[in-house]
């Protein structure tokens, strides 16, 4: 049986604006005259966030904050009402509310760990099964270690596991580091409550004493 896809924009579904043909949203083709000509574009300094499918808030939460030890972006009743987001590492989690997870196979995201056997360990206190093939979507290249592997061209090491709803979540850990253009080694920001976009001053305590919760 053929299945509507729902469309959401920050957690909140949406009418699809492109044609759709076997549950797929086709977009219309690059026109190369849109772009006026000296255009160009800012550089990128990072990736925001990544969004994620979810069935229960309550679950996510915990499950990211316990085992990936994420923290809650707090932004008032309204707006975390209308979205669960997540803090971790240097980047964010937000997360769109489905009635039925659907499975993508090999999409997933990766998160960099700073201690490889640590991780490992704390996985398996957590009961979070490892896989160094993502349970078969991937080859698992790299050793024989049915739990993890190793890339050939930074020694990366990796691992997936996935999140309650099944998303996949890859696990790396660079131990050669990070260099810029000139090849000096660079250190990752980090902070041990994990670092934060700055909010507008105030807006979070205001929020919580005049914003009403509604329904999302």
């Given at each position: 049986m053929q299945r509507t896809p729902t469309f959401y924009t920050h957690g909140t579904p949406v009418a699809p604006k492109h044609q759709i043909t076997h549950n797929v949203a086709i977009l219309e083709p690059f026109q190369p005259g849109a772009i006026r000509e000296g255009c160009s574009m800012s550089k990128v300094s990072?990736?925001?966030?990544i969004?994620?499918?979810?069935?229960?808030r309550e679950r996510t939460r915990k499950w990211y904050e316990k085992v990936l030890g994420a923290e809650f972006l707090d932004r008032g009743p309204v707006l975390n009402n209308r979205q669960l987001?997540?803090?971790i590492g240097t980047g964010e989690i937000h997360t769109s509310d489905v009635s039925?997870?659907?499975e993508v196979p090999r999409i997933h995201f990766a998160i960099e760990v700073e201690d490889w056997e640590g991780t490992l360990g704390h996985m398996d206190a957590m009961g979070v099964e490892c896989s160094r093939s993502a349970g078969g979507a991937f080859a698992g290249i790299g050793g024989?270690?049915?739990k993890q592997g190793k890339r050939e061209d930074t020694?990366?090491?990796y691992?997936?596991?996935n999140d309650p709803d099944g998303n996949i979540i890859e696990l790396v850990y660079h131990?050669?580091?990070?260099?810029?253009?000139?090849?000096?080694?660079?250190?990752?920001t980090s902070d041990p409550q994990n670092v934060r976009w700055t909010q507008m001053p105030g807006f979070v305590e205001t929020a919580h004493k005049s914003e009403p919760v509604q329904s999302a």
């Amino acid at each position: 049986m053929q299945r509507t896809p729902t469309f959401y924009t920050h957690g909140t579904p949406v009418a699809p604006k492109h044609q759709i043909t076997h549950n797929v949203a086709i977009l219309e083709p690059f026109q190369p005259g849109a772009i006026r000509e000296g255009c160009s574009m800012s550089k990128v300094s990072m990736i925001h966030h990544i969004n994620i499918q979810i069935t229960d808030r309550e679950r996510t939460r915990k499950w990211y904050e316990k085992v990936l030890g994420a923290e809650f972006l707090d932004r008032g009743p309204v707006l975390n009402n209308r979205q669960l987001q997540l803090r971790i590492g240097t980047g964010e989690i937000h997360t769109s509310d489905v009635s039925e997870f659907i499975e993508v196979p090999r999409i997933h995201f990766a998160i960099e760990v700073e201690d490889w056997e640590g991780t490992l360990g704390h996985m398996d206190a957590m009961g979070v099964e490892c896989s160094r093939s993502a349970g078969g979507a991937f080859a698992g290249i790299g050793g024989d270690d049915p739990k993890q592997g190793k890339r050939e061209d930074t020694n990366e090491h990796y691992t997936y596991i996935n999140d309650p709803d099944g998303n996949i979540i890859e696990l790396v850990y660079h131990p050669l580091g990070l260099e810029d253009s000139e090849g000096k080694r660079l250190d990752l920001t980090s902070d041990p409550q994990n670092v934060r976009w700055t909010q507008m001053p105030g807006f979070v305590e205001t929020a919580h004493k005049s914003e009403p919760v509604q329904s999302a």
